[in-house]
């Protein structure tokens, strides 16, 4: 279950809450934090809700539930021990389309109650949806010692300057810089130091000497394989600050989520053959936006300096005098190498390791074959799918062993991690064996041949069982053709 995040304005308002006891309670005390006029039905109450109802914060009815009390409320909350009361009240309330909670029954609601770090005016509420509420609550506890109190004092801050601010800064980019300097500079500092006077007056001063035009500038994100979890801080931190985000076709939806939510998203992604956005329309597409006084992401997957152009592009911003920094990833041969359980060196297999591209026939006409076929090495070969019957070909004519092991790994890092495990003489129609796709990663020498044992990650490996000469690798178009590997094989080799 998806749920909608929402913060209710009660004050005023309406609510009913089913229950005398200690449960229903705390949500009474929730609810008259947020001003609701609260109407508590049950047959008795708790002390402390009886001395509510006496002192008039609460209305009290102690007589049997009727439905058409709901006509008159915004919210039901049901906090009983009688599930047949709870399915009756909660049927009633979808009913007329109030939303209600049914305490410690996510299927009867309609809402649910967070856990809640309060620092007011700001208000972190954390959800599991009904499915872990222990987990929301060690969270809860967990914000709590992170945030500091002196939050809400500088969201009220941040709230008496704001027409002011709009006014001064009337572009995006210059209201948001001035919004990182209230937040991150020495008017948070003061007020963590309890002196407000002080944090007004350096506020002031801020909002009266920062330029108002806020300067363009790109940031080079190594966005890894998949994985948002493989992340830095740094690239976090980059994607919150985007207003806009350049994206790789590869960039995982996981990563894309993190970055700000209304920052412009704009796919960029080149994939053989078929060249959605030209490496000078990339270029032009920087220069616009910076030059426009954005913050731009250029969001790469993997590494933005290993076969990601990102020495171009960087090329590009220094000619044009627009202003850029790189933050590195984790490239696609160390992390799906890792997921895979490959060690890319190991004292007894391998001393070296070898990045190459292998995306087009062109590129491998410039490889150094006899350097590569050499043994003891291991050789991480990007964007290779569809030339691996080459690639397979060339190097069992320079010398590699056709046993050399492999570990073929499309989609590494990701749920849907697949990995299939061979000789070099079964790489080709292994792969189709198999329906490989991309993306994948393919990792060849001895050090492959530890996936089977070492994998830890996904499922356990596949195996390539067809043996291949040197044919080439077409990745099959449509979900029959995955069905059917075999058939698909039998074709290629007809044809």
Same mark, same amino acid.
């Given at each position: ?25 705390r949500?009474v ?5 947020a001003?609701?006029l ?9 002390p ?74 700001? $208000?972190?509420?954390i959800? !599991?949806? +009904? &499915?872990?509420?222990? =987990? %929301?609550?060690? /969270? #809860?506890? @967990?914000?709590? $010692?992170?945030?500091?109190? !002196?939050? +809400? &004092?500088?969201?009220? =801050? %941040?709230?008496? /300057? #704001?027409? @002011?601010i ?6 995006m980019? +210059?209201?948001?810089g ?13 007020l ?31 966005a ?6 493989l ?13 806009v985000v ?28 078929h060249?959605h956005?030209?490496q ?18 250029r ?8 076969f ?11 000619r ?15 992390a ?22 292998a995306?087009?026939?062109?590129s491998?006409d ?33 010398g ?32 189709l ?5 991309s ?21 356990p ?35």
């Amino acid at each position: 279950m998806k749920l909608y995040p929402l913060f209710a304005d009660l004050s005023q308002r309406a609510v009913l809450v089913l229950g005398g006891g200690a449960v229903a309670e705390r949500k009474v005390a929730a609810l008259l934090a947020a001003q609701a006029l609260v109407t508590v039905n049950a047959p008795a109450l708790s002390p402390r809700l009886r001395r509510w109802a006496d002192q008039g914060l609460i209305a009290y009815r102690p007589q049997a539930f009727q439905p058409d009390w709901l006509d008159a409320v915004w919210l039901l909350v049901a906090a009983t021990s009688d599930q047949a009361m709870n399915r009756e009240v909660a049927a009633a309330a979808m009913r007329r389309r109030i939303f209600a909670n049914v305490v410690d029954d996510a299927a009867l609601s309609s809402f649910h109650v967070p856990a809640v770090v309060d620092r007011s005016p700001l $208000t972190i509420a954390i959800s !599991s949806g +009904g &499915a872990a509420p222990m =987990l %929301a609550r060690l /969270l #809860r506890e @967990r914000l709590e $010692t992170a945030l500091d109190e !002196s939050l +809400g &004092a500088l969201a009220t =801050l %941040a709230a008496k /300057l #704001r027409k @002011r601010i709009r006014l001064r800064f009337p572009e995006m980019a +210059g209201r948001r810089g001035f919004y990182e300097h209230l937040f991150a500079g020495p008017v948070a500092t003061l007020l963590r130091q309890g002196r407000p006077n002080a944090a007004w007056a350096a506020a002031e001063q801020a909002l009266a000497s920062m330029p108002i035009a806020g300067s363009g500038s790109v940031v080079l994100v190594g966005a890894g394989p998949g994985d948002p979890g493989l992340l830095t801080l740094r690239a976090l931190r980059a994607l919150n600050e985007a207003d806009v985000v350049l994206h790789d076709r590869l960039v995982s939806a996981g990563v894309l989520e993190l970055a700000r939510r209304d920052a412009q998203r704009i796919e960029v992604g080149k994939q053989a053959g078929h060249h959605h956005t030209t490496q000078d329309g990339i270029h032009a597409l920087l220069l616009a936006h910076a030059r426009a006084g954005k913050r731009v992401v250029r969001l790469k997957g993997g590494d933005s300096f290993v076969f990601g152009r990102g020495g171009e592009e960087l090329e590009c911003l220094r000619r044009h005098g627009i202003a850029y920094e790189v933050v590195p990833g984790i490239t696609a041969a160390v992390a799906c190498a890792a997921y895979a359980g490959v060690p890319l060196t190991h004292r007894e297999h391998a001393q070296s390791v070898r990045f190459v591209t292998a995306h087009c026939r062109s590129s491998l006409d410039t490889l150094d074959w006899a350097a590569l076929a050499q043994e003891r090495q291991t050789l991480a070969v990007y964007m290779g799918v569809a030339e691996l019957g080459t690639l397979q070909a060339r190097l069992i004519a320079h010398g590699r062993a056709a046993t050399t092991p492999f570990a073929l790994i499309e989609n590494g890092t990701r749920a849907e991690q697949r990995v299939v495990t061979g000789t070099l003489a079964k790489l080709a129609d292994g792969a189709l064996e198999h329906a490989v796709c991309s993306p994948a990663l393919l990792i060849l020498g001895e050090v492959a041949a530890l996936a089977s044992s070492l994998a830890w990650f996904g499922e356990p490996p596949l195996t390539a069982t067809v043996e291949s000469a040197s044919a080439p690798l077409a990745c099959r178009p449509s979900n029959d053709a995955v069905k059917a590997p075999r058939t698909l094989l039998a074709a290629i080799h007809q044809a």
